[in-house]
């Protein structure tokens, strides 16, 4: 409600001038624009107005007593409240004064010279409150997504709590069948618990997945250094059971480098794309995934080489693999929710960077991620 209420608000101007006539004729002339004009007298005062109230655009005096509006416009600049206000400066001096040039440095987003020309200045002002509707818009929209976004993350948490809790009391009571009553079961009965434990299992990790998924898009990219050697290692790590119940084996053929990125998500990244190099194996062959760093074309960038040896896919198939759950044919015999990959492609989009995906049917596939190393911070 609020910010529906303050998107209807009058934008507000301040003039600044030391001269009441001055300011007078100000007024007069924005009075067409249907604005909450405030007018003062001295730098201090401004200061005073900028810190309890939201300017849309300052309209500020260059030559003032004590403090002149060079003086003002830094300060302004340099307090996070009011370092974003646009500032026009009011002058008489002469276009080529070297004083023009100073407004710039101090924060001027554009001159007016006296005696002023009420058509110019009309025109002037309306651009700075156009823009300032359109940033009060956008902040609008950037607030109710923010919101929405929250609602989506709260809502994904209760129905992921809402929807396990069954599955687990139908998992847990199926193993309990099994493991008490499986003497008393004929061999169909047996089949049947298993079965339901199996998908109630199945059920679950596609909550998960599209957990994961969804909150992907709901949740911002917290940048921070990440150490992506700590985190194949702990990847490495909470896969120990899967490696050894499929007598896998990751070899780390190169130091990875340190770079700025969101750590859970390079953990995801690591993890569903290994996670599938050793469920995707080849009945006949150990899985066998190697991982390392080739030289990127730029010299900011990196690419991380992630190769399988597992079954492998055809050529033409390779672009549907990204999609939400999209299962290759001949990937169908194995357990899978299909938002492994599409998780990866959306966290790798998120980084600035892109993914390329070699492979043939039985030879295994190759993954190379090309990331920026830095953002910016």
Same mark, same amino acid.
């Given at each position: ?5 303050? $998107? ?23 009075? *067409? ?70 407004? @710039? ?10 005696? *002023? ?62 493991? $008490? ?31 994961? @998924? ?97 079954? =492998? ?20 015999? @194995? ?26 049917? =039985?030879?295994?596939?190759?993954? $190379? *991620? ?8």
């Amino acid at each position: 409600m609020d910010t529906q209420k303050n $998107r209807h608000q009058a934008p507000k101007i301040l003039v600044v001038d030391d001269r009441k006539e001055n300011l007078f004729a100000m007024q007069k002339i924005l009075q *067409v624009l249907h604005c909450d004009v405030s007018v003062v007298q001295s730098g201090n005062e401004a200061l005073s107005y900028t810190l309890r109230h939201d300017f849309a655009l300052i309209l500020l005096d260059v030559n003032m007593p004590e403090m002149d509006g060079f003086e003002l416009a830094e300060l302004l600049r340099s307090n996070e409240e009011t370092k974003r206000i646009p500032i026009i400066f009011v002058t008489a001096s002469n276009k080529e004064d070297q004083s023009v040039f100073k407004g @710039y440095e101090s924060g001027a987003v554009d001159y007016l010279f006296k005696p *002023v020309n009420a058509d110019i200045l009309l025109s002037k002002v309306k651009i700075f409150l156009e823009l300032n509707r359109r940033n009060k818009e956008l902040e609008a929209i950037q607030s109710e997504l923010e919101r929405s976004n929250e609602s989506l993350r709260e809502f994904a948490q209760v129905v992921s709590h809402d929807l396990k809790n069954p599955l687990n009391v139908i998992t847990g009571l199926s193993e309990l069948l099994i493991a $008490r009553h499986s003497a008393d079961m004929t061999p169909k009965g047996k089949e049947y618990m298993n079965q339901i434990s199996a998908t109630a299992e199945r059920m679950n990790h596609l909550i998960t997945d599209l957990l994961s @998924y969804a909150q992907l898009n709901a949740k911002s990219v917290t940048f921070g250094n990440v150490d992506l050697n700590e985190v194949l290692m702990n990847v490495i790590s909470d896969l120990s059971s899967t490696i050894e119940q499929n007598e896998g084996r990751i070899i780390k053929q190169d130091r990875l480098p340190i770079i700025q990125a969101d750590a859970t998500q390079m953990y995801q990244l690591f993890q569903n794309i290994i996670a599938n190099g050793l469920k995707y194996r080849r009945k006949v062959q150990s899985p066998i995934i190697q991982i390392s760093l080739l030289e990127g074309n730029e010299p900011d960038t990196f690419v991380i080489q992630i190769q399988d040896n597992g079954i =492998g896919m055809k050529k033409e198939d390779i672009p549907s693999i990204f999609t939400p759950f999209k299962r290759l044919d001949n990937a169908k015999a @194995y357990e899978g929710t299909g938002l492994g990959l599409a998780t990866v492609q959306k966290i790798i989009e998120r980084h600035d960077g892109l993914m390329e995906v070699e492979s043939m049917i =039985g030879e295994g596939t190759t993954f $190379r *991620v090309y990331l920026p190393i830095s953002h910016g911070l």
